[in-house]
């Protein structure tokens, strides 16, 4: 076999007409943007990393569960085909780098890196679930890319054995980055990882720099995203707010935040104020989380449900992904409201607060969409640093803290 896959068994007309259109439509989204990206997804046939799933399920832009656990709940999937695309175009991967993939999954992903490193790089990919691994590593072999380096393991040490790396890519969401990504990236190396902080996840792509001051990571391009998370890093805390309706509130180890002080805190008299901000139906308003998470201690993600929103007991403005502050015994969420016939269909943002300083809180929350309402398009680089970093080397701002890293989200 061919370290390229082009010894691979023949795939059919149907397979190819699929993927083809496929990668047309990523190239019409903006997912795939470069020749080579569209070339590794034309040459990698989906399907066979995906043996339970039909042509059409294979290659429609969609998550495909790969397996379920004893619990029935989703233990492994091969991510959505655009979210892929967009994650490998920001690697940036070159013929011949060294790479490490954390998460191996379907192997699917590993294959296409294959693919863009050519047969004078190398692909190393790393799964702590000997079944995944043992599945990644078989279809790896019988599509032709049998060059990729399969691993079970910890992907929180890497594998050091073939360090250091050109480029790291993490498939699973990662709530902290371990020192060994740091270890094992070298100088001007590039890392990708869907990266969880104050409830919510984004997928960042980040440039490792140094200089006599030491090292850090800094991003270069954010996106939304939703992962499976990483087994073994539990700095995520989860409680429930109103039990009678089910609304809960998830939060960082790092934060000041007693669940037990704001329980029951929707009981309390209720407070909105309005920002004056308003958004279209279609208009993307997840920055406002960003501007949050970047100045307020108390950010966190409130979550509500089916019975909490019909009942109007809690409402927010996103059900599932809130953004919120809780400070002490009070709480803030972001809420909206549909603007009156005639102004077309637009809602306007604002915040609902309980507690004793829940009105205070809601401003605070409207302060933040202002800021995000003044310029949009305007994203954040989010710059990490080692968790040991003094903090006078660090410069002004609000710092997130985990255990093997300090992020800062900073608007320039």
């Not at 990668?23 to 339970?52: D, K, Q, Y």
């Not at 850090?216 to 109103?242: K, N, W």
Request: contains cysteine.
């Amino acid at each position: 076999m061919t370290g390229d896959g082009r010894n691979r068994k023949p795939v059919g007309p149907a397979a190819d007409v699929l993927r083809e259109a496929l990668v047309e439509a990523l190239i019409s989204t903006g997912g795939i943007r470069t020749p080579a990206v569209a070339a590794a997804m034309r040459a990698v046939p989906r399907h066979r990393f995906v043996p339970g799933a039909g042509l059409a399920e294979a290659y429609a832009d969609e998550v495909v569960v790969a397996k379920i656990g004893s619990d029935g709940a989703v233990v492994s999937t091969a991510s959505q085909p655009g979210m892929v695309a967009t994650m490998l175009e920001q690697l940036r991967v070159r013929p011949g780098d060294r790479i490490l993939e954390i998460g191996a999954g379907t192997g699917y992903n590993a294959a296409l890196l294959a693919h863009l490193t050519g047969s004078s790089g190398q692909v190393t990919t790393i799964d702590i679930d000997p079944d995944m691994a043992r599945r990644a590593r078989r279809a790896l072999v019988e599509t032709g890319y049998d060059q990729v380096r399969v691993v079970t393991g910890d992907g929180a040490l890497g594998d050091a054995s073939r360090g250091p790396y050109d480029r790291i890519i993490v498939t699973v969401g990662a709530w902290d980055l371990p020192m060994a990504w740091w270890d094992q990236l070298r100088s001007g190396g590039r890392l990708v990882v869907p990266l969880r902080w104050r409830g919510q996840t984004r997928d960042l792509a980040f440039l490792r720099e140094d200089d006599d001051q030491g090292h850090r990571l800094r991003s270069d391009a954010i996106e939304p995203c939703g992962f499976i998370s990483m087994v073994g890093q539990d700095g995520e805390r989860t409680s429930v707010l109103d039990r009678p309706s089910g609304v809960t509130v998830t939060w960082d180890a790092d934060q000041p935040i007693d669940p037990a002080a704001v329980e029951g805190v929707l009981d309390r008299p209720r407070m909105t104020q309005w920002s004056g901000v308003t958004v279209g139906a279609a208009e993307p308003f997840d920055g406002i989380w960003l501007r949050l998470a970047g100045a307020e201690p108390g950010a966190c993600r409130l979550t509500a449900g089916f019975t909490a929103v019909v009942t109007g007991r809690c409402a927010p403005g996103v059900p599932e992904r809130g953004p919120a502050i809780i400070e002490g015994d009070s709480l803030a969420y972001l809420a909206v409201r549909r603007m009156a016939e005639g102004s077309g269909r637009r809602w306007l943002l604002g915040a609902v607060g309980h507690g004793r300083s829940g009105g205070a809180l809601a401003e605070r929350c409207c302060e933040q969409i202002r800021a995000w309402d003044a310029d949009r398009a305007k994203h954040p680089i989010i710059v990490a640093y080692p968790a040991d970093i003094p903090d006078d080397l660090l410069p002004d701002g609000y710092v997130i803290n985990k255990p093997s890293a300090r992020l800062m989200i900073i608007w320039s």
